[in-house]
T-cell receptor, first 116, second 114 residues
């Protein structure tokens, strides 16, 4: 998993605060995906981004959650006014530029978000 | 709506024997299937994949079988080794309007006993 870098690895926030999770894709990858994993569950798709564009945000809650992938810098998943139910592991994945390529998505080691 | 299901939360296998992990899906639009392995506190690591037009793909000790009519795939690991102990996720790819996303099963915790 060394290629996709996520930080921080652990993040603790109090209810009502904001959480910012960062993801730098593998070198040469321009597609970024965010997934959320609740305890004892599989990963659930949240959002798919290319540079400066949100392609599919169908899995992301409509309120409090937003994502961006600017021209320069990492992708950011932002959660405003966090609640206890936001506690989860958030994983970022990246893939090469061709959507129809059979190259697999490669994952980072995740950010574990805990809400007090 | 669980489109990808792994019905066995856990599996215990003797070292050297075959491990068989199963996965069922409901959406015929999935075009590609992948298996990921996950250790605690790490991200999923890609293991092996199969296109929906194939029925078998092999890579070393790992073989994935796809039965499209039954909407079922399985991962065979032989011989099983202690380092194979991990959680295994089945994932299916959905392509829609130029976007792709993976739909994951709940995972199966595989334990290899010495």
């Amino acid at each position: 998993n060394a290629g996709v870098m996520q930080n921080p690895r652990h993040l603790v926030r109090r209810r009502g605060q904001e959480a910012r999770l960062r993801c730098s894709p593998m070198k040469g990858h321009s597609h970024v995906y965010w997934y959320r994993q609740l305890p004892e569950e599989g990963l659930k798709f949240m959002v798919y981004l290319q540079k400066e564009n949100i392609i599919d945000e169908s899995g992301m809650p409509k309120e409090r959650f937003s994502a961006e992938f600017p021209k320069e810098g990492p992708s950011i998943l932002r959660i405003q006014q966090v609640v206890r139910g936001d506690s989860a592991a958030y994983f970022c994945a990246s893939s090469p530029s061709r959507v129809y390529s059979n190259q697999p998505q490669h994952f980072g080691d995740g950010t574990r978000l805990s809400i007090l | 709506d669980q489109q990808v299901k792994q019905n066995s939360p856990s599996l215990s296998v003797q070292e050297g024997r075959i491990s068989i992990l199963n996965c069922d899906y409901t959406n015929s639009m999935f075009d590609y299937f992948l298996w990921y392995k996950k250790y605690p506190a790490e991200g999923p690591t890609f293991l092996i994949s199969i296109s929906s037009i194939k029925d078998k793909n092999e890579d070393g000790r790992f073989t994935v079988f796809l039965n499209k009519s039954a909407k079922h795939l399985s991962l065979h690991i032989v011989p099983s080794q202690p380092g194979d102990s991990a959680v295994y996720f089945c994932a299916a790819r959905l392509l829609l309007q130029g976007a792709q996303k993976l739909v994951f099963g709940q995972g199966t915790r595989l334990t290899i006993n010495p």
